[in-house]
Structures are given as C-alpha cells and as structure tokens.
Nanobody, 124 residues
Framework: QVQLVESGGGLVQAGGSLRLSCAAS????????MGWFRQAPGKERDFVAA????????AYATSVKGRFTISRDNAKNTVYLRMNSLKPEDTAVYYC?????????????????WGQGTQVTVSS
C-alpha cells in the first residue's frame, strides 16, 4: 500500500505561482513514476505532468509545458509541481498519483494509488 498526501493548493491571481507537494509513504520503493492530474468542474480528469522516479525524466501536457515544472526529492519521497504563469483555465482539483508498472505515464489507468486532491483556483 502507498499513501499520498497533497498540499499547496489555494487561490491565486492570474499570472501568479503555486507549488504543490505530494508526500508518499508506504511501499514507495516500488514506484516507477509519479504523476499529477487535474479535474476541472464538469470535465474529465486530465494528465498534467509526470516524472520517472529513478531517472528523473519528465513529461508534460502541452497546455502546461513551459509553465509547470515537476520535480522529486527521493530522500523525502516527495514530488512537487511548480506552477508559474497560472491562468484561470488552470483552475481544477489537482491529484497526485503513484505508478509501479512500466508503460505510458499519460494513462490514468496505469496508476495504482491516488491522493485526495488539492484545489487550485486561479482568479482573473
């Protein structure tokens, strides 16, 4: 079992920044990747970013590339999502997810554990 706890969400004006954190505990040694997804009201949950736990390679959704940065601290079993130049359309509940299998980091179905989500609201 793996437990994920997100933090760092909040209300920010357009153009502002936030940093989300996701602390993992439990059988974290089995991780192959960690990802961030988001779900806006009335919409499906979408991929935002992911990072390979070992190599540190990253992947981003086109909509956030150049504005968001995912990083990890292996010693703390924590993944971060730095969000800059935030836009109202970034408003969503952001979820952290843990993946132990190989395969595409973009596919939600391949993630084994999910956090409870943290709300990010960007005002115009």
């Amino acid at each position: 079992q793996v437990q994920l706890v997100e933090s760092g969400g909040g209300l920010v004006q357009a153009g502002g920044s936030l940093r989300l954190s996701c602390a993992a505990s439990g059988r974290t040694f089995s991780s192959s990747a960690m990802g961030w997804f988001r779900q806006a009201p009335g919409k499906e949950r979408d991929f935002v970013a992911a990072i390979n736990w070992g190599a540190g390679s990253t992947a981003y959704a086109t909509s956030v590339k150049g504005r968001f940065t995912i990083s990890r601290d292996n010693a703390k079993n924590t993944v971060y999502l730095r969000m800059n130049s935030l836009k109202p359309e970034d408003t969503a509940v952001y979820y952290c997810a843990f993946k132990s299998s190989t395969g595409s980091v973009y596919s939600q179905s391949l993630y084994d554990y999910w956090g409870q989500g943290t709300q990010v609201t960007v005002s115009s």
